[in-house]
């Protein structure tokens, strides 16, 4: 099949670890007969610096135009004066609403061979499967700001329909897996809260009364998730809940550069990013760790492009390259890590071994 992938390096690692995983998939596109065409465009400072804003139009309307868009990461030290009109960060943010991705999925799948890598005790982690659905375009992420000398405001909306959407996209994906849901709020104290266990408990009862729903309180969801991980299966949240819980639910996996993440919508693009951020302190030296693009890669086959087997290719590929204790160093002992391309390298290797797709199809 033919593609136009929109590739947004962005900031720090963004574009160490988007090289590493357009590599893997010139190679796959190459191996099973499709065409790619990467398109690459600026967000977040790079953007700043060459174009005055964090998002383009020129962005904005490539990624419109495209099947897909991979992102690196946005932000660092250069662009964070608090007092600076812009931040890179503004771009990210501008660029899921204009794509209309209020759905975030972010599976966290601890790997055996990474569960040393982990702060957790390794018998909590063995079996670990969470998706967590962050809704990705509303909330005090998008509410109304203010600021003046004597204080300063955010304000938290959320209407019924940007509820009733991402809970539905959750309940159709634990459909498809435990059959078994979590919705995390704070209705013992926000009003958006209480709106949003309603709407999750009518969502269940009417359109899906065989997926079992439960409601948890954020501040002992945060306890419980470090507790009792194996429990979870499907978790859905508000914005800022999600961003806190997932970069909790990251030392689950051992590190947050095995966290790969979608947003989605109800158009066909999707944006594809790693959760992790742009890591300042290692950009440029070829040392971050490409998995979480790369597996990142894998779900943009699987949702943007339909291309299934081709995605389990690539998770099996890093499953073994992982295996064969190929780390980089957020993963290896002592700083001993490989660099970014040869752990890269080491997934285009496997992927001959473990890809069984027929070659060349069309
Ligand atoms: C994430 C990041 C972003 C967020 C930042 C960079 C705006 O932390 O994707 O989780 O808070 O959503
Ligand atoms: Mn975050």
Redesign the pocket.
Known sequence: MHADIAVLPGDGIGPDVTAAAVTVLRTLARRHGHSFDFHEYDIGGIAIDRHGEPLPQATLQGCQQAHAVLLG???GPKWSDPNAKVR??QG??AL?KGLGLFA?LRPVRPHPAALNASPIKPHLLTGVDIVVV?E?TGGI?FGEKTRDARGASDLCSYSVTEIERVVRSAFKLARQRRSYLVSVDKANVLETSRLWRDVASRIGREEFPDVKLEHQLVDSMAMHLLAKPREYDVIVTE??FG?IL??EASMLAGSLGLLP?ASLGDGKVGLY?P?H?SAPDIAGKGVANPYATILSCALLLRHSLGLHEEADCIERAVDAALNAQVFTNDLATGGRGVSTQVAAQAVIEQMQAHCYVAELRD
């Open positions: 990461a946005v932000g890179p960060e990210l943010l899921r975030n962050r990705l992420y914005n800022m961003d997932t970069d993440s990013e959760i951020g």
